[in-house]
């Protein structure tokens, strides 16, 4: 039958089985105490504790045998369309708790795709049971009015305590996982809008950065693209890996200089584009220089080789499309590369 075959899973994972272990172990062993202090090692007592033996089993099975799924669909079918109705053909109404109890178990730990299937026999057993029973409202066995209400309040508890704590339990797996999916989001929304290699920002967020500086500010801004010069021959020369040190040493050298003073970002290849916020030109150029003189740095001290880059910078005009911003700044960039390199023209 498709519904108990190699395909049946349990849709939890190994906290929710071990939550379903505990819970329906110690609502059987209370269940069993609670049986034999009322009345004794009867046959309904002997059915909680051999219950909670199976349950103990199947969970040990799950825990150490990989298959949780098939363990924990044993514990819900047993206790569901075994333990309790039996226990209503024995006792009558006072057990009509533990069905309730049951339909939460089978809502929560049994797979989705067959749920509807496994909700739908529950309670045709319960049903069937109650039918049976409709005639003998207190059940096969005669109890007094104290006992009926001790058996009734025994009941109430252990069904309460458990749908308590699995609801509990699932709230805050709940808020654990949405908590997950949230920093997940801004690790993916982080990956989205930087380069993978430099940790910069990459040129989808320079656009949106750009287009929302535009719209939501006045104040001039000034963009600086650079390109480090002969950045092929150091490849030739020294491997990719070399040049990828390069690219991320440069990189890092963007990223102090221009923090407080806008962005920087990774505009494509050996190209990187500063957005300077406040418009200083002068201030552009001095920071620029800085950063030129630290990659001239770090190529005598690495390779003793002089690694420069050329630029341009370009002040943003209103009205003026993202695209002529860039073209124009990319002209001056041309301007510098054809002038000697290791320039920048303003």
């Excluded at 329906?24 to 909670?52: D, R, W």
């Excluded at 458990?162 to 609801?167: E, P, Q, T």
Aim: net charge negative.
């Amino acid at each position: 039958m498709e519904y108990f075959g190699e395909n049946f899973s349990v849709d939890v994972r190994e906290k929710m089985f071990k939550l379903l272990v505990v819970t329906g172990g110690i609502a059987n062993l209370c269940g069993f105490v609670s049986n034999v202090f009322l009345y004794g090692m009867t046959g309904p007592s002997a059915v909680c504790g051999l219950c909670f033996l199976t349950i103990v089993l199947l969970g040990i099975i799950g825990c150490t045998g990989g298959r949780a799924d098939l363990a924990g669909a044993g514990i819900i079918l047993v206790i569901s369309w075994f333990e309790f109705p039996f226990l209503y053909y024995v006792y009558g109404s006072t057990i009509l708790p533990y069905f309730v109890m049951a339909m939460v178990a089978v809502a929560v730990f049994l797979p989705r795709k067959h749920l509807w299937f496994y909700f739908a026999v529950t309670l045709l057993i319960d049903s069937a049971v109650i039918m049976v029973c409709r005639e003998k409202t207190e059940g096969i066995v005669t109890r007094s009015a104290d006992s009926l209400a001790l058996a009734t309040l025994c009941s109430l508890v252990i069904a309460s305590c458990s749908v308590f704590y699995v609801l509990k339990a699932l709230i805050e797996r709940y808020e654990a996982q949405k908590t997950d999916i949230l920093e997940m989001g801004k690790k993916l929304e982080e990956a989205a809008n930087h380069d993978g290699l430099t940790g910069l920002y990459n040129r989808r967020y320079l656009v949106e950065y750009l287009t929302e500086l535009i719209s939501n500010t006045e104040k001039d801004f000034l963009v600086s693209l650079i390109d480090i010069d002969d950045f092929k021959h150091l490849n030739d020369t020294y491997g990719h890996a070399y040049g990828d040190q390069v690219l991320t040493e440069l990189a890092g050298f963007m990223q102090e200089e221009i923090e407080g003073k806008g962005i920087a970002s990774r505009f494509g290849g050996e190209e990187f584009l500063l957005v300077f916020e406040d418009g200083d030109v002068s201030g552009a150029f001095e920071s620029l220089c800085h950063i030129q003189e630290r990659l001239k740095t770090f190529g005598q001290e690495s390779k003793e080789q002089e690694i420069t880059f050329s630029g341009g910078v370009e002040s943003y005009r209103p009205e003026v499309p993202l695209d002529q911003l860039f073209t124009a700044v990319d002209k001056k960039l041309y301007q510098a590369k054809n002038g000697g390199k290791k320039q920048i023209i303003g």
